[in-house]
């Protein structure tokens, strides 16, 4: 069966720090994968989607990144973290085709001080 | 272009009376829909989705939804709440119509769900 993995599960940091969310993807091949961020509990703003290894899409202008290095492998970064990043970070995956919903991990509480 | 609305931001219900969670779509094809619900500091759990055949479709939790097209709505409900559905659910939309970006699922704002015991 398919399973997603997300960590950490909480997470603080200073501002002006770096840093690196994984998410991993088992059971599966060439998900599309997906990250959210949703703040103070209520809607979800989709950041970054991938369709495939090394191709990104940005949702957003922002001080994010995000990369793919395996096929179930989904990576957010940041070099120098803001106040306002702090919220609530979801990793997605779906089957590619226009049928599936999407499988969402466990989320990860940023809080930057 | 998708886009689905959720009008109500929270929905009060006494415990063991029937609720509803309200959902409008806009497609431009046929619509994928479903159903998500969150529980505190939780990643989103699907409920059901309706993709095509019975316009009343029953999922996880004792929920059910019904399509209506041509009011273009995909309510969800429950005959009898329980203290524990109090979380915030996600309806989310799915084009049919094969353009740029239809792989994705649009999500609405969410209603928080509180059943009063």
């Known amino acids: 069966s398919q399973t997603i993995h997300q960590w950490p599960a909480t997470l603080v940091q200073p501002v002006g720090s770096p840093l690196s969310l994984e998410c991993t993807v088992e059971?599966?091949?060439?998900?599309?994968l997906y990250w959210y961020r949703q703040a103070a509990g209520r809607g979800l703003q989709l950041l970054f989607y991938?369709?495939?290894?090394?191709?990104i899409s940005s949702e957003v202008p922002q001080n994010l990144s995000a990369s793919r290095p395996q096929d179930r492998q989904f990576i957010l970064s940041s070099k120098k973290l803001l106040l306002s990043d702090s919220g609530f970070y979801l990793c997605?995956?779906?089957?590619?085709?226009?049928?599936?919903?999407?499988?969402f991990g466990s989320g990860t509480r940023l809080t930057v001080v | 272009a998708q886009s689905v609305a959720q009008p109500e931001d929270q929905v009060n219900v006494a415990e063991g009376n029937p609720l509803t969670v309200k959902c409008t779509y806009s497609?431009?094809?046929?619509?994928?829909l479903f159903w998500y619900v969150q529980y505190p500091n939780r990643g989103l759990q699907f409920l059901l989705k309706?993709?095509?055949?019975?316009?009343l479709v029953k999922g996880s939790y004792g929920f059910e939804a019904e399509f209506n097209k041509s009011q273009t709505s995909f309510h969800l409900k429950k005959p009898s709440a329980l203290v524990s559905d109090s979380a915030l659910y996600f309806c989310?939309?799915?084009?049919?119509?094969?353009?740029?970006?239809?792989?994705?699922?649009?999500f609405g704002k969410g209603t928080k769900l509180s059943v009063i015991p």
């Open positions: 997605a995956w779906s089957v590619q085709g226009r049928g599936y919903g999407y499988t």
């Open positions: 059971g599966t091949s060439n998900p599309n």
């Open positions: 991938s369709v495939g290894i090394g191709q």
């Open positions: 497609v431009s094809g046929n619509p994928y």
């Open positions: 309706y993709i095509t055949g019975d316009n």
């Open positions: 989310a939309v799915r084009d049919s119509y094969s353009g740029a970006g239809s792989y994705q699922l649009t």
